[in-house]
């Protein structure tokens, strides 16, 4: 069976978070995500797509919704550039504890919209 979690965000709520809260972006990103999106000219498209793919996992599964923290979850470049997700500690044994297994995801966004479905297979 799989699972599948979506999340669209706008980015200018992202940016207006990051900005006028310092502190959200240490609850919300890893020092890897950050340190690779603030080497981009506009860090906000890929912030606000990593954000909406946090959101997109924390929707495929009731247990994983609340018991799970932002940073556990982080969106990685694999090969070629494609997103990956990396879980650690409660987000990992949450996603074992569920038989989450293949974990994939696909961002995407405009200059408005950032969305993110993440999808997996359970058993």
């Known amino acids: ?3 599948v979690g979506v999340d669209i965000t706008e980015i ?3 940016e207006r978070a990051a900005t006028r809260t310092p502190r959200f972006l240490k609850r919300v990103y890893t020092e890897s995500e950050l340190s690779y999106c603030y080497s981009k000219k506009n860090p906000y498209p890929s ?4 954000w909406a793919a946090k959101e997109a996992f924390h929707k495929l599964h009731p247990r994983l919704s609340s ?10 470049v694999g090969p070629g550039g494609k997103p990956e997700l990396n ?3 409660g ?6 504890e569920v038989e989450l297994r293949e974990i994939d995801v696909s961002l995407s966004h405009t200059r408005e919209n950032a969305i993110a479905v993440v999808v997996a297979r359970i058993g």
């Open 87 to 89: 879980l650690y500690g």
């Open 12 to 14: 200018s709520r992202i």
């Open 91 to 96: 987000a990992r044994e949450k996603a074992w």
């Open 67 to 76: 018991q799970v923290r932002f940073t556990e979850v982080e969106v990685g």
């Open 1 to 3: 069976m799989l699972l």
């Open 47 to 50: 912030l606000a797509a990593r």
